[in-house]
């Protein structure tokens, strides 16, 4: 089956879906795409995406359909609900679920599919807004391998790093490693600027000479330089962030793993979003000390 042939149904098109069907389009792929604003959906539609009023609609016209959306009971409703994916999505059609959500929703939409007739995939995603406007997304993947061998050609239109994680689940659980991995790295960068700051330091030269060292990570190269002309535009929002660090913080409960540093970010990013800030880029963090 041939890309022409192979209709793509996308639910989800904020900042960062949006992006990801543009590069389904340029791969010339057939979109159908749902949103819950339909605004946020006008640019694909002008390049060629067909818009459906519900997942229902997207379901009965696509072979392979990725979801992205903000939290899990999203996920619940697109999977469930009465207009829902595993009800009415063809027979054999691929799921792909990319929205960061629980391990335990993820088996249940792959139980629910397999019995269904369907298939399912949990492929969480990290890069932020500027991994998916370059197509260079790292995927994480749970499932079936045959199934995830199968949509690979489709995951490439949007990232690079792609990897096979195993069972459903397994592409979650390692999105909580990532996060976790983040949570206090973002602390990190926040309170070497601040210290730069102190110090009497030059902090555009402090990046210049730490983002090349031991130091460097995604966050202190691409976010580090947003804090320090505040702009706290959400490449990924924080409120979106406080939920994945409190899905790790349950998951890790369940293993009878304490982790202090993941619970002193979640505490830090909490008292922001109490200030407002809950709509704001997690770069915002330096806010904490400002």
């Not at 070497?192 to 966050?219: C, H, M, Q, R, T």
């Not at 793993?257 to 922001?272: E, F, I, M, N, R």
Request: proline fraction near 3%.
């Amino acid at each position: 089956m041939n890309k022409k042939q192979l209709a793509v149904g996308f639910i989800g098109t904020g900042i960062m879906g949006k992006s990801m069907v543009l590069h389904l389009l340029k791969a010339n792929y057939e979109l159908f795409v749902y949103n819950r604003s339909k605004e946020k959906a006008i640019e694909l539609i002008n390049n060629g995406a067909t818009w459906c009023d519900t997942p229902k609609e997207v379901a009965e016209n696509a072979d392979v359909i990725i979801t992205m959306v903000g939290y899990p009971y999203d996920v619940e409703e697109v999977y469930f609900g009465s207009n829902g994916l595993i009800a009415h999505a063809r027979k054999g059609a691929t799921l792909i679920d990319m929205t960061t959500s629980t391990p335990t929703l993820a088996k249940a939409i792959y139980d629910a599919a397999k019995e269904n007739d369907l298939h399912s995939l949990d492929a969480p995603v990290s890069g932020g807004d500027i991994g998916a406007k370059n197509g260079t997304l790292t995927i994480m993947v749970g499932g079936d391998k045959a199934i995830f061998e199968k949509v690979s050609p489709i995951l490439s239109c949007f990232g690079q790093n792609i990897i096979y994680q195993g069972s459903a689940g397994a592409g979650q659980h390692t999105k909580m490693c990532n996060q976790i991995a983040i949570a206090t790295n973002m602390i990190g960068v926040a309170e070497a600027l601040v210290y730069a700051k102190k110090a009497g330091l030059d902090p555009e030269n402090v990046l210049k000479s730490i983002s090349a060292g031991a130091a460097g990570s995604f966050s202190l190269s691409n976010l580090a330089p947003k804090m320090l002309v505040n702009d706290y535009s959400p490449g990924f929002f924080i409120k979106h962030f406080i939920k994945d660090m409190g899905i790790a913080l349950e998951e890790a409960e369940k293993m009878n793993l304490h982790l202090p540093g993941l619970s002193l970010a979640k505490k830090l990013y909490d008292q922001l979003a109490e200030k407002g800030d809950e709509n704001s880029g997690t770069q915002a963090l330096i806010k904490y000390w400002e």
